[in-house]
């Protein structure tokens, strides 16, 4: 079981950029792929953007696509988000988490291990 640990969330204006960081534990990080979720209040849990084991691929939500970047440092054991041009939407709790697989996945299902969320606030 991956352990995760993720931080860098705040408050920011719109246009403005913030970048989470997560940090894991254990020694399969570099086998796994691994994603950014976010939650708003009232709506359901969606992935934001996801890499796999290597980094060589990625995958994002149209509603970030140009804007965020998902990358991952495997000999620190850390995935990072960068949010830039942020946009009042873009405010939820978003959460790292750690794949079954090692290839990219849209599917929460394949996403086992899960870190405590961290506020992002954009405001208008």
């Known amino acids: 079981q991956v352990q995760l640990v993720a931080s860098g969330g705040g408050l920011v204006q719109t246009g403005g950029s913030l970048r989470l960081s997560c940090a894991a534990s254990?020694?399969?990080?570099?086998?796994?792929?691994m994603g950014w979720f976010r939650q708003a209040p009232g709506k359901e849990r969606e992935l934001v953007a996801a890499?796999?084991?290597?980094?060589?691929?990625?995958y994002y939500a149209d509603s970030v696509k140009g804007r965020f970047t998902i990358s991952r440092d495997n000999a620190k054991n850390m995935v990072y988000l960068q949010m830039n041009s942020l946009k009042p939407e873009d405010t939820a709790v978003y959460y790292c988490?750690?794949?079954?697989?090692?290839?990219?996945?849209?599917?929460?299902?394949?996403?086992?291990?899960w870190g405590q969320g961290v506020q992002v606030t954009v405001s208008s």
């Open positions: 988490a750690a794949s079954h697989y090692a290839l990219v996945s849209a599917r929460g299902a394949d996403f086992a291990s």
């Open positions: 254990g020694r399969t990080f570099s086998s796994i792929a």
């Open positions: 890499i796999s084991s290597s980094g060589g691929s990625r």
